[in-house]
């Protein structure tokens, strides 16, 4: 199929105003976005309370002490297995 300017391209009513549609969705979606977000740059930033950082403090450091712990008893188990790899060898 080759195209040039004698070549005929044909849209029925019913798909041209689904694309109009679209576009206009499209638009106006992007419009209210863009007014959303220049809302969201004037509010205030919401401060952190001294209690919710001590809280995420906390929590925190219990994962990395947990963490520590699965460590530990993977580093226990790869000791085991080697020795049993040495053993069977």
Do not use: C, H, W
């Not at 105003?17 to 419009?31: C, H, M, N, Q, R």
């Not at 863009?34 to 906390?58: G, H, Q, R």
């Amino acid at each position: 199929m080759k195209i040039n300017e004698n070549s005929e391209f044909t849209l029925d009513l019913k798909t041209i105003a689904l694309i109009i549609g679209f576009v206009i969705s499209l638009s106006a979606t992007y419009f209210t976005l863009m007014a959303e977000v220049e809302i969201a740059k004037t509010l205030p930033e919401m401060p952190i309370s001294e209690k919710e950082f001590e809280l995420k403090d906390k929590l925190i450091r219990a994962s990395i002490l947990s963490t520590q712990e699965d460590v530990k008893e993977i580093k226990e188990d790869m000791k085991y297995l080697r020795n049993k790899m040495d053993n069977v060898n």
